[in-house]
């Protein structure tokens, strides 16, 4: 099914945006791993809707329940199910418009594969709404990996044409990495991120939206882990981050600025230090033939504009055919990026985690996961 995703680690997601509540089940967690539900809890706040206007007012308190695999604090090695109630909707803001092609949306691709028995009401399970059991298998990942000495962090690169410092692909600090997740909004420098709340308002003020590029870094992974062709360490995270909705491009380390290069600029010389091979500059994004290098990974996620804006938009009834114009109504998040930074710590928790579970002993594994 199109729900599951995962190799050595496996998840499921489930549920709609207006249904009785969304879900997640992860199986594969090594057991006797602790949870701090506390700081699960704290990680998913920082995904919740309803804290300020670059958001949704949707008013969702985001709260796991955990259902299995876990007793006492502690994985027990069986599936992991977790359940997240929805207890603010409003389907009523859908009525008019069921067999209404929301530009942007899938709406009428989900009907086609459909056939029009999908729940359409908030996009069901296309909703960006589904991001909260990702987050929250996502944060379980990122506590195993802590424990592990490997740290992930991100921060909002771009929004509404205004950049952040970027991470330094070479690499930073732990305390530096983890800035933006402990920050009112998640940006290193509290300037650019006045400026960007001010362009994503006036967006919203012109009952508009703006994209965004999310920069996530990961600190403290093992070399030597990941497979050509197709099990590489930049497979595995693309194959996730798309399927947050609404990321439409992903690149790692230079990236997309390397078709622009030269071989002299773009290649990372090698160096050594201390019975350590690092390279000293990092444009591979820390991943070489699909296997971790021991640089730090870095990896870029481009998501759109939120599509549910409230301007007249000109569509189709798909079950007529007939011409219309709409303006959607309901609560929408003027630049959806900005709830998408901790989903992509979670969306690469799960991903590092999976190829750490099938590294042979001796490359970044835990043998006593094999």
């Not at 491009?249 to 160096?271: K, Y």
Request: proline share 6%.
């Amino acid at each position: 099914m199109s729900s599951n995703w995962g190799n050595h680690l496996k998840l499921s997601v489930f549920g709609e945006s207006h249904g009785g509540g969304i879900g997640a089940v992860l199986d594969g967690l090594p057991a006797g791993e602790p949870v701090d539900m506390e700081e699960l809890s704290r990680f998913l706040a920082r995904r919740a809707p309803g804290k300020d206007r670059t958001s949704t007012p949707r008013k969702e308190a985001d709260l796991p329940e955990i259902l299995s695999g876990v007793l006492g604090g502690v994985t027990c090695g069986t599936p992991v199910g977790i359940l997240i109630r929805n207890t603010d909707t409003r389907s009523g803001d859908y009525g008019a418009m069921q067999a209404l092609a929301r530009p942007g949306h899938a709406d009428y691709t989900g009907f086609l594969r459909y056939g029009g028995y999908n729940d359409v009401r908030g996009g069901g399970h296309f909703s960006g709404r589904l991001t909260a059991p990702l987050a929250a298998a996502g944060g379980i990942a990122k506590q195993i990996l802590a424990h592990r000495g490997i740290t992930v962090g991100a921060h909002l690169l771009r929004a509404g044409g205004v950049s952040d410092v970027p991470f330094d692909p070479a690499g930073i600090d732990e305390e530096t990495l983890l800035v933006p997740g402990n920050s009112p909004f998640p940006v290193l420098d509290t300037d650019a991120g006045d400026a960007m709340r001010a362009e994503i308002e006036r967006a919203r003020l012109d009952l508009d939206s703006v994209g965004g590029v999310v920069e996530c870094m990961v600190i403290g992974f093992p070399a030597g882990v990941g497979d050509p062709m197709f099990g590489g360490v930049e497979n595995v995270l693309a194959s996730i981050l798309f399927g947050i909705p609404a990321c439409k491009g992903v690149e790692f380390g230079a990236g997309f600025a390397a078709a622009e290069m030269r071989g002299s600029e773009n290649n990372d010389p090698f160096r050594a230090r201390e019975g350590r091979v690092y390279t000293e500059t990092n444009n591979h994004g820390g991943a070489l033939g699909g296997i971790s290098s021991g640089m730090p990974i870095l990896v870029r996620a481009a998501f759109k504009p939120t599509p549910s804006i409230a301007r007249e938009q000109r569509t189709v009834d798909y079950r007529t055919n007939i011409e219309a114009v709409l303006a959607v109504k309901g609560r929408h998040d003027p630049c959806l990026a900005v709830r998408a930074v901790p989903c992509v710590e979670a969306a690469v928790s799960l991903a590092l985690l999976d190829l750490l579970l099938g590294a042979p002993s001796g490359k970044g594994a835990d043998t006593s996961w094999n």
